[in-house]
């Protein structure tokens, strides 16, 4: 069964810098574009980054643009977001998921970043 | 910039049909924004019910359904039980690349 597993939040300082990771398995990784998507507290979700299978291409939310990185490793099923500079903003539970016809059909269970002097 | 509605919230009896709209502030969702229907619990990770505007997710029941109602996307829910009490989330894909989450509807079992 396809399992997304997210690892690296944590609590960091106002400019600082964080990677997340997330372990895919259950399907072919390589195949497949894949997403992050982020819920700050108390709040609904939002989009924040995707790249295509090959890691041709990447895109990302106009609020993490410039600051947040996406890439991929198909050798190792994972997936990672490098976020620098991070602001108070950018607290949040952060899902990865896996990519279905312009939209995710699998989800991990997400990993909380606080930013946070 | 374009905004993604949602109704705040929305009760429904047990038992009941409820239908769940996603719109946009400018212009009307059609089928090319391939529409997807979220379902978070608090604490929880999202569920996918629906993406492609109307293809379920894998051992979602079939009394969720996605559809394209006049200018909108939809989520009807029928049969309604009390653990669909939940968030629903809608996500429009806007090109480019890009995606944008409706602020979501608090559903209520009552």
């Known amino acids: 069964q396809v399992q997304l597993v997210e690892s690296g939040g944590g609590v960091v300082q106002p400019g600082g810098s964080l990677r997340l990771s997330c372990a895919a398995s259950?399907?072919?990784?390589?195949?497949?574009?894949m997403h992050w998507v982020r819920q700050a507290p108390g709040k609904g979700l939002e989009w924040v980054a995707f790249?295509?299978?090959?890691?041709?291409?990447?895109y990302y939310a106009d609020s993490v643009k410039g600051r947040f990185t996406i890439s991929r490793d198909n050798s190792k099923n994972t997936l990672y977001l490098q976020m620098n500079s991070l602001r108070a903003e950018d607290t949040a539970v952060y899902f990865c998921?896996?990519?279905?016809?312009?939209?995710?059909?699998?989800w991990g269970q997400g990993t909380l970043v606080t930013v946070s002097s | 910039q374009t905004v993604v509605t949602q109704e705040p919230s929305f009760s429904v009896s047990p038992g009941g049909t409820v239908t769940l709209t996603c719109g946009l502030s400018?212009?009307?969702?059609?089928?090319?924004?391939?529409p997807s229907w979220y379902q978070q619990t608090p604490g929880q990770a999202p569920r996918t019910l629906i993406y492609?505007?109307?293809t379920r997710s894998s051992g979602v029941p079939d009394r969720f359904s996605g559809s394209i109602l006049g200018n909108k996307a939809a989520l009807t829910i029928t049969g309604a039980q009390a653990d669909d009490e939940s968030d629903y989330y809608c996500?429009?894909?806007?090109?480019?690349?890009?995606?944008?989450f409706g602020g979501g509807t608090k559903l209520t079992v009552l």
């Open positions: 998921g896996k990519d279905a016809k312009y939209s995710s059909d699998y």
């Open positions: 259950g399907f072919t990784f390589s195949s497949y574009g």
């Open positions: 790249i295509r299978n090959d890691g041709s291409n990447k």
């Open positions: 400018s212009g009307s969702v059609s089928t090319n924004y391939y």
């Open positions: 492609s505007t109307n």
């Open positions: 996500v429009l894909y806007m090109g480019s690349g890009t995606w944008v």
